[in-house]
Nanobody
Framework: QVHLLETGGGSAQVGGSLRLSCTASGSTYCMGWFRQAPGKEREGLAS????????YYADSVNGRFTMSRDRAENAVYLQMNSLKPEDTAMYYC?????????????????????WGQGTQVTVAS
């Protein structure tokens, strides 16, 4: 039903910025940004749900990354500032629907069932 496509990845220097975009085909409820580096578990970064005005952020990116949502275009964005080498990873957007929305649930990868193909972000040391 739902198809997601991420764009905007690439290379950046330490302290630089990148902006990721994710467009969705089909209806979505909660949408989130996740990342996974080799040898590490998939990590939730930011999430927003249709019926909630709250955007949840992981501690690792809070204050540096900003998520926004354009409901008319069914798209979400991730503005990444003050990039660090440890931000290097494959970044994914995802869509899911679950009964109760809170910070832990919104950032839990297992609660999302539709995933984009991913876009690589590399931050030089």
């Amino acid at each position: 039903q739902v198809h997601l496509l991420e764009t905007g990845g690439g290379s950046a220097q330490v302290g630089g910025s990148l902006r990721l975009s994710c467009t969705a085909s089909g209806s979505t409820y909660c949408m989130g940004w996740f990342r996974q580096a080799p040898g590490k578990e998939r990590e939730g970064l930011a999430s927003s749900c249709v019926r909630s005005g709250t955007i949840y952020y992981a501690d690792s990116v809070n204050g540096r990354f900003t998520m926004s949502r354009d409901r008319a275009e069914n798209a979400v964005y991730l503005q990444m500032n003050s990039l660090k080498p440890e931000d290097t990873a494959m970044y994914y957007c995802a869509a899911g629907q679950f009964a109760w929305v809170n910070r832990a649930a919104a950032l839990q990868p297992s609660n999302y069932n539709v995933w984009g193909q991913g876009t690589q972000v590399t931050v030089a040391s």
